[in-house]
């Protein structure tokens, strides 16, 4: 048995102003920006609320789009499960998983990067 529930929501942008697209973010969700930022990091992590989904704004050369990230405890068993669902595999990264899924929406297979996961996780049999 493995576990697995949403981790985040990553709003991809291709812009050379990352902070810029996080202003706009964090005002339209509501979420404020951390307090510190690393101008070089390809991410910033909005502020959500303990154990409620992460928002993170990531500078992408692709076009501008969403994607969801899946957590899991067992990132071959989440995509082999994926697969059996219809995904296909689009990369294999060191600490996770670009997967397809079949409407054609890129989405993420990785470890929990945030708390709760143990509470809310859902179960998935072998």
Request: contains cysteine; charged residues 25%.
């Amino acid at each position: 048995m493995h576990r697995s529930r949403l981790g985040n929501l990553v709003i991809d942008c291709n812009s050379d102003d990352l902070l810029a697209e996080a202003r706009f973010w964090s005002e339209a969700l509501g979420y404020p920006l951390p307090e510190t930022i690393d101008g070089d990091s390809p991410f910033i992590q909005l502020r959500t609320p303990p154990g409620e989904v992460q928002v993170i704004i990531q500078r992408v050369s692709h076009e501008a789009r969403a994607h969801l990230d899946i957590d899991t405890d067992s990132i071959p068993d989440e995509v082999a499960r994926l697969e059996r669902l219809g995904a296909t595999v689009v990369t294999r990264k060191e600490a996770w998983v670009v997967m397809q899924a079949p409407s054609g929406h890129r989405f993420c297979v990785g470890s929990p990067y945030r708390t709760g996961f143990d509470e809310h996780a859902n179960h998935w049999p072998e």
